[in-house]
């Protein structure tokens, strides 16, 4: 079992940076694969981004790709999401996810343990 919190988000203007933090509790925290979702009001949950166990492999999703890096600390147990050069449509939930074992995957059904979320408001 593992526990997940995230933080950091909130209301920033268009053009400006935030970084999620999800600090993970309960097991091994090398032995997950740590990813970053969101979902918007009406929409559906949205992959933005993955970590492999190491840190050494991340994938972004193409919305986010060149602004948005995921990011881990092992010592610390937490996995990061740096957001720079936001834009309103990056507005939604930020959801922390992980699941065991190696392999990294993209959709929410292949994340076993999720975060609360947190919520980011990007304004014009």
């Known amino acids: 079992q593992v526990q997940l919190v995230e933080s950091g988000g909130g209301l920033v203007q268009a053009g400006g940076s935030l970084r999620l933090s999800c600090v993970a509790s309960?097991?091994?925290?090398?032995?997950?694969?740590m990813a970053w979702f969101r979902q918007a009001p009406g929409e559906e949950r949205e992959f933005v981004g993955t970590?492999?166990?190491?840190?050494?492999?991340?994938i972004q999703a193409d919305s986010v790709k060149g602004r948005f890096t995921v990011s881990r600390d092992n010592a610390k147990n937490t996995v990061y999401l740096q957001m720079n050069s936001l834009k309103p449509e990056d507005t939604a939930v930020y959801y922390c996810?992980?699941?065991?074992?190696?392999?990294?995957?993209?959709?929410?059904?292949?994340?076993?343990?999720w975060g609360q979320g947190t919520q980011v408001t990007v304004s014009l």
């Open positions: 309960g097991r091994t925290f090398t032995g997950y694969v």
């Open positions: 970590i492999g166990q190491s840190g050494g492999r991340q």
């Open positions: 996810a992980a699941r065991s074992g190696p392999l990294i995957f993209t959709t929410p059904r292949d994340y076993v343990y």
